[in-house]
C-alpha cells in the first residue's frame, strides 16, 4: 500500500487547511487510519485516528474541537479538516494506516507499518 499526503501550506494563525492522504495498492476501508505531526526538533506525535468506517475517531488533546478526521472510502481518502490554527501547529503531517483494530495503542507510531511521505504545513501569527 501506499499513503500520499498533501494540503499542506503556508497559512496565518486562525485560519483553516484541509490535508488528504489517498490510499493506493488496496482499498482504504481494509486500513485504520491516523495523522501524525512531527514540529521541528520535536518527535513525531499523534494527532487524530479514524477507524475503517469512519464511526470511530480520537483526538489529541491539542487538536481537539479544532481538527476533524475523515474518511471517504469511495474515493480511497483520509481527510483532516484544521480550522483555527495556531503557530503551534505548524509541523510536517504524516498520514499512517494499519490494517489491525487498533484500541488502546491508536497513539502510538509503532502501530503503523504504513506511512506518507508528510506535507509541511506551516502557520505563522
Known amino acids: 500500500v501506499q499513503l500520499q499526503a498533501s494540503g499542506g501550506g503556508l497559512v496565518q494563525a486562525g485560519d483553516s487547511l484541509r490535508l488528504s492522504c489517498v490510499v493506493s495498492?488496496?482499498?482504504?476501508?481494509?486500513?485504520?487510519m491516523a495523522w501524525f505531526r512531527q514540529a521541528p526538533g520535536k518527535e513525531r506525535e499523534f494527532a487524530a485516528f479514524?477507524?475503517?468506517?469512519?464511526?470511530?475517531?480520537y483526538y489529541a488533546d491539542s487538536v481537539k474541537g479544532r481538527f476533524t478526521i475523515s474518511r471517504d472510502n469511495a474515493r480511497n481518502t483520509v481527510y483532516l479538516q484544521m480550522s483555527s490554527l495556531k503557530p503551534d501547529d505548524t509541523a510536517v503531517y504524516y498520514c499512517?494506516?494499519?490494517?489491525?483494530?487498533?484500541?488502546?495503542?491508536?497513539?502510538?507510531?509503532?502501530?503503523?507499518?504504513?506511512w506518507g511521505q508528510g506535507t509541511e504545513v506551516t502557520v505563522y501569527s
Open positions: 495498492g488496496r482499498t482504504a476501508s481494509s486500513y485504520t
Open positions: 479514524i477507524n475503517w468506517n469512519g464511526q470511530i475517531t
Open positions: 499512517a494506516a494499519t490494517m489491525r483494530v487498533l484500541s488502546g495503542s491508536y497513539y502510538l507510531t509503532n502501530q503503523y507499518p504504513y
